[in-house]
């Protein structure tokens, strides 16, 4: 039924590796999934704290994917991401973290588990999960954060240049009103919500979707870093991307989505994001 896999990591410029992968096919059903975790705010003047030398969204990368990987082969997606979001929320209480959205590491998230009838995909935040039917139709997970991303690169754009290109500086005055945003939009129950396995996941807003394999052609599942943000939630975009991605390499789409990234407004918050994509064919 699965006729191959390709994985694809790249840390860009990222200081900690918060991007996460999965895949396991020598259990039944098959699981594959990636992640993108981020640790609680930190700028200059609130230096990051580490664990043995390890950032917050690094251990909660670990436990969100230590617990996909121990859960029964009978056990469904949403009731996987519910545990971990729990022993999520569990561990930063025991180190000490203010339990709301502001002062809290997360991870968004895109799984699938694949059996020889369905793929169950269950998704979360701005990972995405992209899938092509024989019929070469396109469907795919929207990404709810959209407007808080957009929000983020603008304002921190301004910020970058009212400080004349001093990032540090701009990091400082950004984390106020990053806080701002996750305490208004992370979890909630409003239109431009987002969901966010934190210790408080709101499982309600994220997305979920079964497909029947025999009408299948490929499955893509990426973290934000992969393509160019103008691209979400835009169908010609993501058609396009199935298109590309199904006829080539992950490293060539990445490639690519480098060059598209150059001088464009994402590059003053990230000139090369940490991606993370997985592909698979039927």
Not at 97 to 105: C, I, K, N, Q
Request: with cysteine.
């Amino acid at each position: 039924m699965i006729e191959k896999i390709e994985t694809l990591y790249s840390p860009g410029n990222a200081l900690y590796p918060e991007d996460g992968l999965f895949v396991d096919v020598n259990r039944h059903p098959v699981i594959v999934g990636v992640s993108d975790a981020y640790s609680r705010p930190y700028d200059e003047k609130n230096p990051i704290i580490l664990f043995d030398g390890r950032s917050s969204g690094e251990m909660v990368k670990q436990i969100f994917w230590e617990t996909v990987s121990s859960a029964p082969p009978s056990e469904s997606l949403k009731s996987v991401v519910i545990r971990a979001d729990q022993k999520i929320g569990a561990y930063q209480k025991s180190v000490g973290f203010s339990f709301r959205a502001d002062e809290l590491a997360g991870t968004c998230f895109a799984l699938a588990r694949i059996t020889e009838k369905t793929v169950e995909i269950f998704q979360g935040g701005d990972n995405i999960a992209l899938w092509m039917l024989k019929d070469f139709s396109v469907g795919f997970t929207p990404n709810r954060a959209f407007p808080a991303d957009k929000y983020e690169k603008e304002i921190f754009a301004g910020l970058v240049k009212k400080h004349e290109g001093d990032r540090k500086k701009a990091r400082v005055e950004f984390t106020l009103l990053l806080k701002d945003e996750k305490m208004a939009n992370i979890n909630q129950n409003h239109p431009e919500a987002y969901p966010v396995a934190n210790g408080q996941l709101n499982i309600n807003i994220c997305f979920e979707k079964t497909l029947p394999v025999d009408n299948l052609n490929f499955l893509l599942l990426f973290t934000d870093g992969f393509i160019p943000f103008e691209d979400f939630n835009n169908p010609q975009r993501m058609w396009e991307l199935a298109v590309f991605t199904k006829e080539n390499e992950l490293t060539t789409k990445l490639d690519k989505t480098r060059g598209q990234e150059k001088g464009g407004t994402g590059a003053a918050i990230a000139p090369r994001a940490e991606a993370t994509a997985l592909a698979v064919w039927f």
